[in-house]
Antibody, heavy 129, light 110 residues
């Protein structure tokens, strides 16, 4: 059974940094697309970032681009989210989610398959002074 | 403001049917596959529907979904109190080059 366990959340001051981890059991991250998704208090889900399996391409939501960095360790068991220049609106529960990301060509246009099929329980980040 | 639009809440009595809508645009729903996620209170989100209409193993056939143009819908029949949860549609947005979700719909089974 695939399980994901996030850690690293906590209280941080505005402008500070934090690194979240997600340990995967029951799978290798090599072949899986891995995502970070967050949910602010009282709000809905917000996709944050993706790292693809294999070629490790990365994608970011506009709200975090340039401040957050997604990565995997060389043993391919742990996913990270390095968060810098944190702001109050980054306060949220952060989930890691395994899935499938597959661009495919239809005619001359790329279309995308982006599935999140296993989720962790999340870790909470609070940005406040 | 979410890229995909869902009603904030729906409700119905046990045994009844509800439909949850998800509205988007060409660059997300129309071009790409749509997924639905369920978040039960206190639980992690879980995949409910994939490939626009398909159910993962273990998801009862009371849950079904469809897609047409820039909209998608999730139908839940034979409502049970255990279905009370937040439901989210999700897909990729080709223009944004990122994942997008609806704002979520809270289902109440009266």
């Amino acid at each position: 059974e695939v399980q994901l366990l996030e850690s690293g959340g906590g209280l941080v001051q505005p402008g500070g940094s934090l690194r979240l981890s997600c340990v995967a059991s029951g799978l290798s991250l090599r072949s899986s697309a891995m995502n970070w998704v967050r949910q602010a208090p009282g709000k809905g889900l917000e996709w944050v970032s993706l790292i693809t399996g294999g070629d490790s391409r990365t994608y970011y939501a506009e709200s975090v681009r340039g401040r957050f960095t997604i990565s995997r360790d060389s043993a391919l068991t742990t996913l990270y989210l390095e968060m810098d220049s944190l702001r109050a609106d980054d306060t949220a529960t952060y989930f890691c989610a395994k899935g499938v990301f597959m661009p495919y060509l239809v005619g001359v246009t790329y279309r995308y398959y982006h599935e999140l099929d296993v989720w962790g329980r999340g870790t909470t980040v609070t940005v406040s002074s | 403001q979410s890229v995909l639009t869902q009603p904030p809440s729906v409700s119905a009595a046990p045994g009844q049917k509800v439909t949850i809508s998800c509205s988007g645009s060409y660059s997300n729903i129309e071009e790409n596959y749509v997924f639905w996620y369920q978040r039960l209170p206190g639980n992690a989100p879980r995949l409910l529907i994939y490939d626009n209409t398909k159910r993962p193993s273990g998801i009862p056939d009371r849950f079904s979904a469809s897609k047409s143009g820039t909209s998608a819908t999730l139908d839940i029949t034979g409502l049970q109190t255990g279905d009370e949860a937040d439901y989210y549609c999700g897909t990729w947005d080709s223009s944004l080059s990122g994942g997008v979700f609806g704002g979520g719909t809270r289902l109440t089974v009266l």
